[in-house]
């Protein structure tokens, strides 16, 4: 049981470049979320999925999008990276069965984009 | 518009005494405060959940606290240990919404030997 995984663990871009960060967990938890951290600030959501084959818009999903084609995974790409999404970016998964479950967090992807 | 406030930024205490980290929030609709422990370069981990008719929880040397009328909550390390150094974040859910989750800006501590 390897929790939330997430790939790669640190990336370097130039302005302009794509790319696509991906999230898996073997929990078979049902919600999956993507946040961003920046120094001084709190978590942040980007886009989240309640289920295999949905999507939603966070707090702040401007230039991301995302997918999940399967319930396990869920993909986070960035189609043209700007310096402004240079952050670390974390995954995280639940189970929607009662609304105390515990959240799971990835050990987060550290973007940077120059 | 949904809000977390903590306090403070950060704070430096010796190893073994204790200390008190404090959450504020303007959440709605509630439904359950999470504090979380980060350790650098790591991702959040729960540390307890609590639910509006909660008012105080423990897991080991780490006992929050609520009171959903003021809509305040704390989260007492006691006996600091020098692996208590990390980023303490509160987190308020709105369980209606998805369970979108509402995240401060986190306390970092250091513990001094």
């Known amino acids: 049981n390897a929790g939330v995984t997430q790939t790669p663990k640190f990336r370097v871009l130039k302005t302009g470049q794509s790319m696509t960060l991906l999230c898996a967990q073997d929990m078979n938890h049902e919600y999956m979320y993507w946040y961003r951290q920046d120094p001084g600030m709190g978590l942040r959501l980007i886009h989240y999925s309640v289920g295999e084959g949905t999507t939603a818009k966070g707090e702040v999903p401007d230039g991301y999008n995302v997918s999940r084609l399967k319930k396990q995974n869920f993909l986070l790409g960035l189609e043209s990276a700007a310096p402004s999404q240079t952050s670390v970016y974390f995954c995280?998964?639940?189970?929607?069965?009662?609304?105390?479950?515990?959240?799971?967090f990835g050990p987060g992807t550290r973007l940077t984009v120059l | 518009k949904n809000q977390v406030e903590q306090s403070p930024q950060s704070l430096i205490i010796l190893e073994g005494k204790n200390c008190t980290l404090q959450c504020n929030y303007t959440v709605s609709p509630f439904s359950n405060l999470r504090w979380y422990k980060q350790d650098t370069g790591r991702g959040p981990v729960s540390l307890t959940i609590m639910t509006f008719s909660e008012n105080t929880k423990s897991n080991g040397r780490y006992t929050a606290t609520l009171d959903a009328d003021t809509k305040q909550s704390s989260l007492h390390i006691t006996a600091s240990q020098l692996s208590d150094s990390a980023s303490y974040i509160c987190v308020v859910s709105a369980w209606a919404a998805g369970n979108k989750l509402t995240f401060g800006g986190g306390t970092r501590v250091l513990v001094k030997p």
């Open positions: 995280a998964s639940i189970t929607r069965t009662t609304s105390t479950d515990t959240q799971y």
